[in-house]
């Protein structure tokens, strides 16, 4: 059998399956293996926190209700910033995976037939080492964009109609309706609307590309000094 044509290509094809495993799965995850695996507190950053202050002020009947307001005391406040945008970021993701927005939306730039060009930068791996890429969603498919760079790249406002009604800004979208993420309209997310609103804006935050800025604070915290995990 191995002497003939057929055998040598299934030799052939076990050999660079084995290389492919090596180089796409062992390789990565032992030069990452002692690299710490950062909490949603830790990726709570600048942008985070640019677009919490913006959704309190968008929606502030809404963000009062699923947040409540942030302490008066300056460090409370502070702390509150990012326990807030941690909390919203975990509920963003879970309703992510549970709507199936990653059957259609992969987040995973990949460095082949001009990605680069159409989404942002190439993935790298230490994107994805924090929580809130397990499981990771790199997808096989994308009937809608890649997100892995879609945050600030739009307002809230646009997702939110987005979310309520997807053909209102992209006629012929086979996207669905979210009207359980609102309380009757698109300029009223729910609890639900607003996490979700956060994770996509999060999304591609920590690259230098983001249109707002690493070093933000909300306008009540301008002379405090944030943990350092939202300061990174």
């Not at 990452?32 to 919490?52: C, H, I, K, S, W």
């Not at 890429?133 to 739009?154: A, H, I, W, Y």
């Not at 804006?201 to 915290?221: A, F, M, N, R, V």
Request: proline share 8%.
């Amino acid at each position: 059998m191995f002497e003939t044509k057929s055998g040598i290509f299934f030799v052939a094809g076990l050999a660079f399956f084995a290389f492919a495993f090596l180089s796409n799965a062992l390789v990565p995850a032992l030069m990452y293996r002692d690299v710490p695996e950062q909490t949603a507190e830790q990726v709570v950053n600048g942008n985070v926190l640019f677009q919490l202050e913006d959704l309190a002020q968008r929606y502030p009947e809404a963000f009062r209700t699923a947040w409540g307001d942030a302490p008066v005391e300056e460090a409370a406040a502070a702390e509150w910033y990012v326990k807030t945008g941690a909390e919203a970021l975990r509920e963003g993701r879970k309703i992510y995976v549970g709507e199936g927005c990653w059957h259609c939306h992969s987040q995973f730039v990949r460095p082949v037939s001009n990605e680069s060009r159409r989404w942002g930068p190439v993935s790298e791996s230490p994107e994805y080492q924090n929580e809130l890429q397990r499981p990771v969603m790199f997808g096989t498919r994308r009937v809608g964009p890649d997100l892995s760079r879609e945050g600030g790249r739009r307002s809230n406002d646009w997702h939110a109609v987005h979310f309520f009604r997807p053909t209102d800004l992209s006629p012929g979208s086979p996207m669905p309706e979210y009207p359980w993420l609102f309380d009757g309209a698109a300029d009223r997310p729910n609890r639900r609307g607003l996490a979700l609103l956060v994770y996509v804006q999060w999304l591609g935050s920590w690259l230098d590309s983001y249109p707002y800025y690493e070093t933000y604070l909300p306008s009540d915290l301008k002379d405090v000094e944030l943990p350092a995990a939202a300061a990174q």
